[in-house]
């Protein structure tokens, strides 16, 4: 990779939707393919956008969320309403749903390690 590639106005990085997301716009900051063994993402949730019940197969998910609220659930039971400056740490096959509250986009960073493969995003 060319050391100029290292360097990139975020409005030059591609968007996409994850699979299993409602409203959901995220951008690669670091993607599997840079080798760096972690995958991150910054994600824009629009208001009443979804994650449904899912799980991850291989990877760790940590979320921190930095604008808007939402409603988490992780596992069986434990659903809290998180905002600003919340962590949430997901485990590898935990059950996870999130729906953003109120009028205001939420905004997100996620990082998968190891980074989330094709086959990672599994309906619980």
């Given at each position: ?20 997301h409602d409203g959901t ?19 824009r949730l629009e208001p ?6 899912h799980m991850h197969r ?67």
């Amino acid at each position: 990779m060319d050391a100029a590639d290292l360097i990139q106005h975020l409005d030059s990085i591609a968007t996409y939707s994850p699979p299993l997301h409602d409203g959901t716009v995220n951008r690669r900051l670091v993607e599997a393919g840079l080798g760096a063994g972690v995958e991150v993402i910054q994600g824009r949730l629009e208001p009443g956008g979804t994650a449904s019940r899912h799980m991850h197969r291989e990877a760790w998910q940590i979320i921190l969320f930095q604008k808007g609220r939402a409603r988490v659930e992780l596992g069986d039971g434990i659903a809290r309403e998180v905002g600003p400056g919340t962590v949430v740490r997901i485990p590898p096959m935990m059950p996870h749903y999130v729906e953003i509250l109120g009028d205001e986009t939420a905004e997100l960073i996620v990082i998968y390690s190891p980074p989330v493969g094709p086959d990672g995003f599994i309906p619980a």
